[in-house]
């Protein structure tokens, strides 16, 4: 279990992680999901003691991590996959790290086959590619077998057989009963790894929910209707508190009202329609609604995305009830 009171880290006048609270438990797979720059980096690093806190506290299994006597043993961590890049092979490497935390010889042997390194494990890690040197660096997290995984960007670089066996492991080591925490800039890719998610930017937390708890919460549920008599079918909807809007003369996108109703209202009226679909905004939809607000460097399309969403255009508003 891993639990943040009051975290902060401030670097002279840019505050990267702005007092957060959170834990982290057991059991199941914490995707940490935020922009670029949102401050998932410097919080997996608090974490794990390699950056001093300018405020608050974090604990991994009940103790901060320099206060652990075998801390390999407690937390393995994938933090930056190019710092295990070095002139020996990655057998050699991953023994040194053994036997400096007092980890038996076989263990090794044992990580190497976990993470599929057999082939390669003599060869110098210094020529591995990016998806050899994350196996790695996931190895290295696993040696000491212990009960917490704090995975950065794991699947950075790595191919789709390597996405797939990242999610595998992940959503193993967790049914194992260990705690699991890793971070992405995706939440396609998390929304298919993790139960829960903490959503974090600008150094805040924005959510902190299960997945489908954050897809349901930020999804705007919309209804596409396609209909000859759409002024008088908006007009209708709108009396009833409806929200509508519309940016083609027979198409109107209707929040505030399932579909069984508006299908109701229109046969009541004699209104024929020619579409009503229910539009469910995606988990990225969701996330780019939550992180709007938050994205430190944002690109023009990003911003076209978030402002418009991607089914429910709201540039021309046809007529606007009052919210219910
Ligand atoms: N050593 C440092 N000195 C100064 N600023 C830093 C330092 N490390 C991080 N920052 C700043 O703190 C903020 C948070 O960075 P961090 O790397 O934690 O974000 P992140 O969510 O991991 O982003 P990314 O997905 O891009 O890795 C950023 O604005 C970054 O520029």
Do not use: C
């Amino acid at each position: 279990m891993i639990e943040a009171r009051g975290l902060t880290k401030r670097y002279g006048p840019k505050t990267a992680v702005d007092g957060i609270s959170f834990t982290v438990q057991p059991g199941q797979v914490t995707g940490f999901l935020g922009p670029n720059g949102a401050g998932k980096s410097t919080t997996m690093r608090m974490i794990m003691g390699l950056d001093r806190p300018t405020a608050g506290t974090v604990t991994v299994n009940g103790q901060p991590y320099a206060a652990h006597r075998s801390p390999l043993t407690e937390v393995g961590a994938l933090l930056d996959a190019k710092a295990v890049h070095t002139g020996r092979s990655a057998y050699n490497h991953l023994l040194a790290m053994a036997a400096t935390h007092n980890i038996p010889k076989t263990r090794v042997q044992e990580v190497i086959e976990m993470t599929g390194l057999q082939s390669v494990a003599k060869k110098r890690v210094g020529g591995f590619s990016l998806g050899m040197g994350q196996r790695l660096g996931i190895a290295s997290a696993l040696l000491g077998d212990p009960k917490t995984l704090i995975l950065d960007e794991p699947v950075n670089g790595l191919d789709p057989e390597g996405v797939l066996w990242v999610r595998n492991l992940a959503r193993y080591l967790a049914s194992e009963g260990r705690t699991v925490f890793l971070s992405s800039h995706l939440m396609s890719e998390v929304a298919l790894t993790a139960d829960h998610i903490i959503v974090i930017g600008k150094g805040r937390i924005i959510a902190n929910a299960p997945v489908k708890d954050i897809v349901d919460g930020g999804a705007q549920h919309t209804v596409r209707v396609r209909t000859p008599q759409a002024t008088q079918l908006a007009e209708l909807l709108t009396r009833d508190g409806a929200t509508v809007t519309s940016d083609e003369p027979s198409l109107l996108q209707i929040t505030g009202v399932e579909a069984p109703g508006i299908g109701e209202l229109a046969a009541a009226s004699g209104i024929v329609l020619h579409e009503l679909t229910p539009v469910t905004s995606t988990l990225e939809e969701a996330y780019m609604l939550l992180t709007a607000d938050s994205v430190e460097y944002q690109t023009e399309s990003a911003t076209q995305h978030v402002g418009h969403g991607v089914d429910a255009p709201a540039d021309a508003p046809i007529s606007e009830g009052a919210q219910r």
